[in-house]
């Protein structure tokens, strides 16, 4: 066992170091070091030792620190498993994922051939004049084409795990998640142990430290008990080691200009998202041209697809007219391989009130994406997927509050129904914001969704009484219909110290 202990343990390493070899951060801590060679402090005799404290000294060796942080919370690799059971190891997962994925894009292809429009085509010289001059603007303008469009798919209806037809997936995969009850359990001794007077002047100055220190590690640790107004947004871009040095506004503007070149049918659906969501919320609604910019540039972004080796969904394929089946003419569309959906907005729209520089919002979402919001509309075993969160939820319901989830049952008000909205946005665009940064808090502090479940389930205990008097599904959903005066962690530890063993 220590022998396959220790092989694992050699390819999860060389693996990091593969992945990092191809990055710019080692060339530039490359470049960096060679250029600290004509520098008189460094000796010949003591080269290896002179050159490690100058990248010490100059906070590159803390920089790669972060790097390798960032890897070790990738899923880990196993040395016999096929590239599919990175993916996902449920075989039933895998099949209930990809027929989704047929769903989405057949009705993707379906609107090309109705509306007769190209998924991708070269926009005119005249059209690139015009969004470069519109791009900060672009709110002020709608095609006839978005008025068009129909009401794109959900990102994953509750329907396909729960009715009758295709419940296997979610009753099957009960019976193998019996594991996420510990998982929870761990979160919830952390939890009711966090400070409730969290934002003394100590715990600032605290938080002014890791700062400071550039530290990933301290600084995910850190957040787990909230984070000050004033730090949240250095704190979590150095959580998640999203960077905005001058090669990611660079790359940034690379992927504006093919915006701006090329024209996608998916872009009509992010600019019917977002003035279907943001633009009618009161929070957001100022924010809409970043929202624009941040979504399509997201869209071309290639790097994004790196995240498919570890995600259940695999990025559609298009074809070059009149070459379908041939994997020579094939392409990843959009280039991505993320289809937006309605609310698809919501998970960068709560980003705009930390970062008002394009490129930084646009890191750090992606960065949020890649590792969190993926899983909220992907079909998977994962513990932070949104199957695991709709069992978390209905679990500590019928533990806890059994005659509130058997009385909904019986009026036809499925709780899960009510709640998988929220869940599947993280709350964005349900709760006030200062409340709903407080809950991503601790996404990125503890690694993980499994709180969301948690408020979920908090949410209809702080109800409770109210919904045991409804009488049917519409009345159940007016008494959770506002949820943007609740005080998140004061709820949520409340429920927790409530349903203690």
């Given at each position: ?244 040095q001058p090669q990611d506004v660079m790359y940034y503007e690379q992927l504006k200009a093919g915006v701006i070149q090329h024209d996608l049918l998916v872009d009509n659906l992010v600019y019917k998202d977002v003035k279907l969501t943001a633009s009618n919320d009161d929070y957001y ?217």
């Amino acid at each position: 066992k220590l022998c396959e202990e220790g092989e694992s343990l050699s390819v999860s390493i060389a693996h990091i170091v593969q992945r990092l070899r191809g990055s710019s951060l080692h060339s530039q801590i490359e470049r960096h070091a060679k250029e600290c060679l004509h520098q008189p402090d460094i000796k010949l005799d003591s080269l290896k030792e002179d050159v490690r404290t100058f990248l010490k000294t100059t906070g590159w060796e803390r920089k790669l620190q972060n790097a390798v942080y960032r890897e070790l919370l990738q899923p880990p690799h196993h040395l016999s498993a096929p590239p599919e059971h990175l993916k996902e190891p449920l075989a039933y997962m895998r099949t209930a994922q990809a027929c989704w994925e047929r769903r989405v894009f057949k009705s993707l292809n379906s609107m090309s051939s109705e509306l007769e429009v190209p998924l991708a085509r070269m926009r005119p010289a005249a059209e690139q004049k015009d969004l470069t001059d519109k791009w900060n603007e672009m709110g002020t303008d709608e095609s006839g084409l978005q008025a068009q469009l129909r009401a794109h798919c959900a990102p994953c209806d509750p329907s396909v795990l729960i009715r009758p037809r295709s419940g296997f997936i979610y009753h099957r995969f009960k019976s193998h998640n019996h594991i996420i009850h510990f998982s929870l359990f761990v979160f919830e001794i952390s939890l009711v142990k966090g400070r409730l007077d969290l934002f003394e002047n100590e715990y600032v100055q605290m938080g002014n430290k890791v700062v400071l220190e550039q530290n990933s590690a301290a600084s995910q640790q850190y957040i787990r008990q909230g984070c000050p107004t004033e730090l949240r947004a250095e704190l979590w871009a150095l959580t998640l080691n999203a960077t905005n040095q001058p090669q990611d506004v660079m790359y940034y503007e690379q992927l504006k200009a093919g915006v701006i070149q090329h024209d996608l049918l998916v872009d009509n659906l992010v600019y019917k998202d977002v003035k279907l969501t943001a633009s009618n919320d009161d929070y957001y609604f100022v924010f809409e041209d970043f929202l624009y910019q941040v979504l399509l540039c997201f869209s071309r972004d290639t790097t994004v697809l790196e995240h498919f080796k570890y995600n259940s969904a695999t990025p559609p394929k298009s074809y070059i007219e009149g070459k379908v089946g041939d994997e020579q003419c094939a392409v990843f569309y959009p280039p991505n391989g993320v289809i937006p959906f309605h609310g698809f907005s919501m998970y960068v729209a709560p980003l705009c009130y930390l970062y008002n520089e394009p490129s930084k919002l646009y890191s750090v979402f992606r960065e949020m994406y890649v590792r969190y919001f993926f899983r909220l509309h992907s079909i998977s075993s994962s513990p932070s997927g949104i199957v695991s969160l709709c069992l978390q939820f209905e679990w500590l319901l019928q533990t806890h509050l059994p005659q509130l989830f058997y009385h909904l049952r019986q009026i036809g008000a499925q709780p899960l129904r009510i709640a998988f909205k929220w869940m599947v946005r993280a709350f964005s665009g349900y709760l006030s914001t200062d409340q709903l940064l407080l809950l991503w808090d601790r996404i990125l502090g503890y690694d993980s969704l499994e709180v969301v479940a948690v408020l979920a389930a908090a949410v209809f205990a702080f109800r409770a009484e109210n919904l045991m008097e409804v009488t049917s599904l519409a009345s159940a959903e007016a008494v959770l219909a506002d949820l943007s005066t609740l005080k998140v962690m004061p709820l949520i530890q409340i429920f927790l110290f409530a349903t203690a063993v």
